[in-house]
């Protein structure tokens, strides 16, 4: 099962338009980056243009300044026409940018010309006569300077259709100071871009002359087909003349990479692209692995949540550095006044405390702990105190280092409740079956005792016979009361012997849970039937009785021998609870004023004469009940006496249930107990008996 996280979504979103937005700035750097040296090639690329255009420019200014010296060396030493000629000639073999030189005089005729021996003669279509206006303006110009000048350039038409851009040069010839002639020299201005210029310079690409308009004057050479051309323009300021010097290259500028350093730029953003990729692809992998840990975590801490066993991690000081929710409900603590506690811990008890920490201490200094569980005392927030069973085992982390401790919490009241239900229920299994063995004794018993009973209550019938008979034929008046003293204690043997024919009848149905004989019966009389000896051990106790009756109380359906039995069980235990109390020995006289006083009282169970209830109450001036001795009062066995069995108050609550009524007690005040149980009323009641008093004494 994969957990889903709010917002994961929006995470993913975000991640993927930074990641977007990511390799868009990477793509316009590298784009920039390779704009920019693309640009900065080109840069170097004009840059080298306009230095060859410079160099090509001074190329052109020597080589014309050479050709000038020349042409004046060559008239300071001839001085004849035809030797003139001859060294004119080779020097036009030498130069073949030079079409023609021309030797004239003071007044522009001409004396003679030598033209270029490498083609045919340039003024076969129009005369060199027709032509002398740009050499003749140069030459007045030189004149003027006392220089050389160059003269506009000017076109000659040629036999093949085609034509020369030319320029003549005039330089003014002087000896001793006196001008004697002039020297003409007609430039073809393509034979200068291709004579003149070095080699390297023009090699692929392509160099022309034009005027300052832009009008291309001459052309060399054609530079290399390419995507992108570079032009270079460099000014050729002659004497007398001015030309432009335009440079055309298409060398160094390939369509993609213009030289190794655009490559090497590009090549280095192919490789951020890939690393990029691979860091992108490594991310991928990173978030899916987190996305994985995450939900392995969230899982984790699911299953940590709910389980209902307590966790507690410590660290090697003791200090608590984890705990999960159900630890923190056990003990009603939350979890941050937990957290970095050390000893000792909050939900120890205060009177364990010492106990407690001596024993963790002794337990973290071991180098290993036991993993076998052991039983403790906790103490919630309320101060409520429960056993839990801790297991604690060492805590190693992922190195195998040993960081602390981890235990396991168990909240085991539960389970000790049951095992007390479970020995509360043993307990009363085997009350039970000392209950039926009772039983069955009493069942013995009064099957034993029936006969000893009834034999008694013959003899004391027989003994009253002999009695009455030896008194009626004697006649003395001290032998007649001497019988009748003797009648009337055997009269009270013979009923009280019959008295426990009864009991032992009454504790046979009992035991044999027959269908119980119940009799409307007034509730004096039921007080009545056990006064005799309640008397007895009053007087032997020195107890006084208190009786107090409210005629108002209607008669009662009850199975009068065990009711009996119950009030005569609770006045002897009231007695001996007062006897506890009192060690002074007991009065020999009845009804003797004493401090002791036992109090049998019977009234409606509710505050209206008309009450369906009877209540019954024996009230005693003894110690009364302590809280210890409450909670086990009613428990067959239990008893505080010496010689006690313990099933008296138990067999008086049976009976008292059995009629539909409720037997309990409280504290009397000053002191004392109340022992207090209700009978329902008969149906028919039965009628009432003579008025006696409400209150009396005996």
């Not at 693309?38 to 020597?62: C, P, W």
């Not at 350093?261 to 992108?280: C, H, S």
Request: proline share 5%; hydrophobic share 45%.
């Amino acid at each position: 099962m994969r957990l889903k996280f709010p917002g994961a979504a929006d995470r993913a979103s975000r991640r993927r338009a930074l990641w977007l937005l990511l390799l868009a700035l990477v793509v316009a750097l590298l784009g920039l980056l390779v704009w920019l040296a693309g640009r900065y090639e080109s840069s170097l690329v004009q840059s080298r243009l306009e230095d060859n255009a410079a160099l090509a420019v001074t190329d052109i200014r020597a080589g014309l300044n050479r050709n000038l010296q020349a042409v004046q060396a060559l008239h300071a030493r001839e001085r004849s026409v035809e030797a003139w000629r001859v060294s004119a000639g080779r020097l036009l073999h030498d130069h073949r940018e030079i079409l023609r030189l021309e030797w004239r005089n003071e007044g522009l005729d001409m004396q003679g010309f030598v033209e270029t021996p490498f083609r045919p003669s340039v003024f076969g279509q129009l005369k060199r006569a027709s032509l002398q206006a740009d050499a003749s303006l140069a030459c007045v110009a030189a004149r003027r300077v006392s220089s050389a000048i160059y003269s506009s350039s000017y076109f000659l038409p040629q036999a093949d259709g085609l034509g020369l851009e030319v320029a003549d040069m005039c330089l003014p010839l002087t000896q001793a100071g006196r001008l004697t002639g002039y020297a003409v020299v007609t430039y073809s201005l393509q034979s200068v871009l291709s004579e003149l210029v070095s080699k390297p310079l023009s090699h692929g690409i392509g160099l022309s002359l034009t005027e300052a308009d832009g009008t291309r004057l001459a052309l060399h050479g054609i530079p290399a087909r390419a995507s992108r051309m570079f032009i270079a323009r460099q000014l050729l300021d002659l004497p007398g003349s001015t030309f432009v010097l335009r440079m055309e290259s298409r060398l160094g500028t390939p369509a993609l990479f213009p030289n190794i350093l655009t490559a090497l730029v590009t090549a280095m953003a192919l490789a951020l692209m890939a690393v990029l990729f691979l860091l992108g692809r490594d991310m991928r992998r990173r978030l899916q692995v987190e996305h994985d840990l995450g939900e392995a975590l969230a899982f984790r801490k699911a299953m940590e949540d709910s389980l209902l066993t307590g966790l507690r991690a410590r660290d090697l000081q003791g200090r608590i550095t984890y705990v999960n929710p159900a630890f923190c409900k056990m003990v009603g603590v939350e979890a941050q006044a937990l957290l970095n506690q050390s000893m000792p811990s909050p939900y120890w008890p205060p009177e364990l405390a010492g106990v407690y920490q001596r024993r963790q201490e002794m337990r973290l200094a071991g180098n290993h702990l036991p993993r076998e569980g052991h039983e403790s005392v906790f103490m919630r927030q309320d101060g409520t105190r429960f056993p839990v069973l801790i297991m604690e085992a060492p805590l190693i982390n992922a190195v195998g280092k040993h960081t602390g401790w981890m235990s396991a919490i168990l909240d085991v009241s539960e389970q000790r409740r049951t095992e007390e239900l479970s020995r509360a229920s043993q307990d009363r299994l085997q009350a039970s079956a000392r209950l039926a063995m009772v039983g069955e004794m009493a069942s013995l018993l009064s099957h034993e005792l029936n006969q000893p009973l009834a034999a008694i209550s013959s003899y004391a019938t027989g003994s009253l016979n002999l009695l009455q008979d030896e008194a009626a034929s004697t006649g003395a008046p001290d032998a007649l009361a001497l019988s009748d003293d003797l009648q009337v204690a055997m009269r009270c043997i013979a009923e009280q012997a019959e008295r426990a024919g009864k009991v032992i009848k009454s504790v046979h149905d009992f035991v044999r849970r027959s269908d119980r004989v119940r009799e409307a019966v007034e509730p004096r009389a039921l007080l009545e039937a056990i006064m005799p000896l309640v008397i007895l051990q009053a007087r032997k106790l020195g107890v006084r009785i208190s009786l107090e009756v409210n005629d108002a109380c209607l008669p009662v359906l009850c199975d009068r021998t065990m009711v009996e039995q119950v009030l005569l069980n609770l006045a002897r235990n009231g007695m001996q609870a007062m006897q506890a109390n009192d060690d002074a020995g007991p009065s020999a006289q009845a009804l003797v004023p004493s401090g002791k006083v036992l109090t049998l009282r019977i009234c409606p169970a509710a505050p209206h004469a008309s009450s369906q209830w009877v209540e019954f109450a024996v009230i005693d001036q003894g110690e009364g009940i302590s809280s210890e001795v409450a909670g086990q009062l009613f428990t067959p066995f239990f008893t505080t006496k010496k010689e006690g069995m313990g099933l008296g108050l138990s067999l008086c609550r049976t009976v008292i249930e059995q009629h539909g009524g409720c037997l309990a007690y409280e504290n009397g005040q000053p002191q004392g107990t109340i022992f207090s149980f209700t009978l329902p009323v008969a149906l028919v009641p039965a009628a009432k008996a003579l008025a006696q008093p409400a209150l009396a004494e005996s």
